[in-house]
């Protein structure tokens, strides 16, 4: 698809947000126009000095013009300052404000946009896609505008001095102008392909980066090395289009500022040789600053379009983000300080791809209080009951209620601070043993979670860590084994003070020395409240008040474990005597 050469609709948008810097966002333009004014008017002054002190020899004369281009530069410079910074904090500042707001709408997505949405990709978008944004101000617009005032000023200037001689400039000026209209469009293609190769080249990193036990594991080390020089090749290729562009573009704009030059060069000297009167040296001195200064900001507007169009192309992904209305609908207006904890699901069907259903109409009741196991084969549907549960996805058909209230009706603040969920792969940030427990909510203090982590028998294990609760268990808390992953995940659940717990395969990969501290805190957490737990072990099975069996999305069988083992050729008994019996008996 091609490229539009200027987005209107996202330049206004962009604007948009300058409103709260109102009064910056003016200073910027008044440092402008007065910066093009004091650069146009060194070289009139320079033209004064030659023509009426240099010419006759006046030294007072002399002395006092070049003191008052002295004061003018130093105008010049003053305001050069304060356009430049202004320029560039007034884009630090919207950059600012584009960067939460597209956080906090990334924050409120629906899982099933993240199972479809590249981790690098939004990455990408969040942090480069939105410095690139903050060149519109610092390089791009402002610089523009500025470029432009400049050579408006000027050109006003060389007519007033000399209009046969700017007639010269102003010929070869839509030369430029039609070189440089190619040159934007060229660079604006280029762009495109750069910002897309950029994000390609992120996705991959970081997928691999995160994968590296894989890549490694699997001796995947030369292929992925080869993946990434591909992808690396196309990304060098995207620029080297943008460096030969500007090669090319660079030196024909130096050759028609060189021979306009010339040709005033020229032309005024012939008919100053010739005693022409209306050409003098003043202006030849003052022509030669005045065409630089012409044409120079008419080259760099170029080059700062281009970085306008950078940060046009990102603002459009970053945009395109911010319009996908993908949230989870948070309309409920009902709060719950406290669940009683009676849950029930009625006819839910559910599919994660349309019309592949995952879960089939079931019907289940969950009393207050209650430990309920889930069990089924992979893919039966287990971990999305809890999901749906959660309200990370919405359900096709059906109602799912908690205490007699559709879900829906609840905030999902409310729902979720009533709902504690230890999943089978834990994720910790890169942080401290505290802050990954509490997750940074002031309520929940140091002596909570040392009081919460001795009741269920963990302190000890934590207190044996250098630093204990202040230990860095880095990136995805790499320096802890899945065992001690699952058992701060479990004391993350249990501070929290839920009234609904869930255990989604939490004991499936811990050893038998983490397992029993978990079935202690299973024990202490569970009791009073109503429980979930989606296990394969044994232990967290046959204790349950009731037994949920899946199979493809529906509901087989329910009951306690005596109960289920007692139906002849039910698939509970089925599953437990080739499965449970013999995790339990190994003998066997």
Not at 20 to 38: D, E, H, M, Q, T
Not at 213 to 224: A, M, P, S
Request: charged fraction near 20%; glycine fraction near 6%; charge should be positive.
């Amino acid at each position: 698809m091609k490229a539009k050469a200027f987005n209107t609709n996202v330049f206004k948008r962009i604007l948009k947000y300058t409103k709260p810097y109102r009064f910056r966002f003016n200073g910027v333009i008044l440092f402008a126009v007065s910066l093009s004014v004091f650069a146009a008017l060194r070289p009139y002054l320079l033209k004064q000095t030659v023509d009426g002190y240099l010419k006759t020899h006046d030294q007072h004369g002399l002395l006092l013009y070049i003191i008052l281009m002295a004061v003018v530069l130093l105008l010049e410079v003053g305001s050069q300052f304060y356009f430049v910074y202004w320029a560039n904090w007034l884009g630090q500042d919207i950059v600012k404000d584009i960067r939460v707001k597209l956080f906090r709408h990334m924050l409120s997505f629906r899982m099933k946009y993240y199972d479809n949405a590249p981790v690098g990709q939004l990455v990408t978008r969040t942090v480069s896609d939105i410095e690139q944004i903050a060149k519109i101000f610092s390089q791009g617009l402002f610089m523009i505008i500025s470029d432009l005032l400049k050579m408006i000023v000027v050109l006003g200037f060389m007519f007033y001095m000399n209009w046969k001689l700017t007639w010269i400039v102003v010929v070869a000026m839509p030369i430029l102008v039609y070189v440089t209209r190619i040159f934007q469009r060229k660079m604006q293609l280029a762009f495109e392909e750069v910002r897309t190769q950029v994000a390609n080249m992120n996705t991959f990193v970081q997928e691999r980066v995160t994968g590296m036990k894989i890549v490694q594991l699997f001796n995947r080390e030369t292929i992925e090395a080869q993946k990434f020089s591909e992808i690396n090749r196309k990304h060098n290729r995207a620029w080297i289009k943008t460096i030969l562009y500007n090669s090319i573009f660079f030196p024909i704009a130096d050759i028609i500022s060189s021979l306009a030059l010339g040709f005033v060069v020229l032309y005024g000297g012939i008919r100053i040789l010739n005693g022409d009167a209306f050409t003098t040296y003043g202006d030849l001195f003052s022509y030669t600053m005045f065409i630089s200064m012409l044409f120079n900001p008419l080259r760099q507007i170029a080059d700062k379009f281009n970085e306008m169009q950078m940060g046009m192309i990102s603002a459009n992904r970053v945009f395109d983000i911010l319009d996908t209305d993908d949230q989870i609908q948070d309309t409920g207006t009902l709060e719950a300080p406290l669940f009683e904890g009676n849950i029930e699901f009625r006819g839910v069907h559910f599919s994660y791809i349309d019309n592949e259903e995952v879960i089939k109409g079931i019907d289940l009741d969950i009393r207050a209080g209650q430990t309920v196991a889930v069990v089924g084969a992979t893919g039966a549907g287990k971990s999305t009951i809890i999901n749906l549960l959660n309200r990370f996805y919405e359900i096709s058909k059906g109602t799912i209620c908690i205490d007699g209230r559709n879900i829906n009706d609840y905030s999902l603040s409310s729902i979720r601070k009533q709902i504690a969920v230890v999943l089978q792969d834990v994720f910790l940030f890169a942080d401290t043993i505290l802050n990954n427990i509490t997750l940074n909510n002031p309520d929940i203090s140091r002596e909570a979670v040392i009081a919460a982590a001795k009741k269920i028998g963990i302190h000890e294990f934590i207190m044996s860590l250098p630093e204990n609760y202040d230990y860095n268990v880095k990136e995805r808390g790499v320096m802890l084994s899945s065992g001690q992953r699952q058992l701060i995940a479990f004391l993350r659940a249990y501070v929290s003070n839920p009234s609904i717990l869930i255990l989604d395969e939490a004991t499936s990969s811990i050893d038998t020395y983490s397992e029993e501290l978990i079935q202690r805190a299973t024990q202490t957490i569970t009791k009073g409240r109503t429980s979930i737990v989606i296990a394969h072990r044994l232990a967290t099975i046959v204790n349950a008040d009731k037994i949920v069996v899946m199979d493809k999305g529906l509901i087989v069988e329910q009951g306690s474990h005596i109960e289920l083992l007692g139906r002849a050729d039910g698939y509970y008994r089925n599953l437990y005597y080739s499965q449970f019996l013999v995790a339990d008996n190994p003998k066997i």
